[in-house]
């Protein structure tokens, strides 16, 4: 069971936008919209960002949103601050299982 | 408030089994599930199977089977993970995860413990 695919680091400048791909296959991303993805700032737990490939929880900011397209899924985040400089995994269900990707760590410059 | 506070931190040699606590607070524990996520110094985040607090039914990740088991105690509101035949590489934080699932895995976990951190040394 491989992990999802993620790039290893992205930047941006404050007030930019970025978006982070998680690419899967046709057994897990491409069949299910049961795919999350989680915020992790160093020495903290993850936080829940986005769930069922594009909701939002309660007090996510709406500069962070999701999408998905065939076995890929995407999380972009608009007007870029400081605080967002954190590790990302995309995670998906994969039939009676989870995946996470290897994680993206985002610097903002 | 939707609390999960876990056990504190375990040193163990090789070849021991280690059980980490998870006790719920400020919900209907048995209208979720609760998966187990670890992560090694350094490195991303690793599922290893969730427990539905309902009915008990359980999946695991395929590299642990055999050797992890999740179980709850519905009158505590506690989850508990036991991985057994422990080897270095499983050296890592442990974290517990309230999933939205109550008899399914959705990968939804809106809330996390704190993290227990298994180490494995002999």
């Known amino acids: 069971q491989s992990a999802l695919t993620q790039p290893a680091s992205v930047s941006g400048s404050p007030g930019q936008s970025i978006t982070i791909s998680c690419t899967g296959t046709?057994?897990?991303?491409?069949?299910?919209?049961?795919v999350s993805w989680y915020q992790q700032h160093p020495g903290k737990a993850p936080k829940l960002m986005i769930y069922?490939?594009?909701k939002r929880p309660s007090g996510v900011s709406n500069r962070f949103s999701g999408s998905k397209s065939g076995n890929t899924a995407s999380l972009t985040i608009s007007g870029l601050q400081a605080e967002d400089e954190a590790d990302y995994y995309c995670?998906?269900?994969?039939?009676?299982?989870?995946?996470f990707g290897g994680g993206t760590k985002l610097t903002v410059l | 408030q939707v609390q999960l506070v876990q056990s504190g931190a375990e040193v163990k040699k090789p070849g021991a089994s280690v059980k980490v606590s998870c006790k719920a607070s400020g919900y209907t524990f048995t209208s979720y599930g609760i998966s187990w996520v670890r992560q090694a110094p350094g490195q991303g985040l690793e599922w290893m199977g969730w427990i539905s607090a309902y009915n008990g039914n359980t999946n695991y990740a395929q590299k642990l089977q055999g050797r992890v088991t999740m179980t709850t105690d519905t009158s505590t509101s506690t989850a508990y993970m036991e991985l057994r035949s422990l080897r270095s590489d499983d050296t890592a934080v442990y974290y517990c995860a309230r999933d939205l699932g109550m008899t399914t895995v959705t990968t939804t976990l809106d809330y996390w413990g704190q993290g227990t951190l298994v180490t494995v040394s002999s």
């Open positions: 995670c998906s269900y994969a039939g009676s299982s989870t995946r």
């Open positions: 069922e490939v594009s």
């Open positions: 046709s057994s897990d991303v491409g069949s299910y919209n049961l």
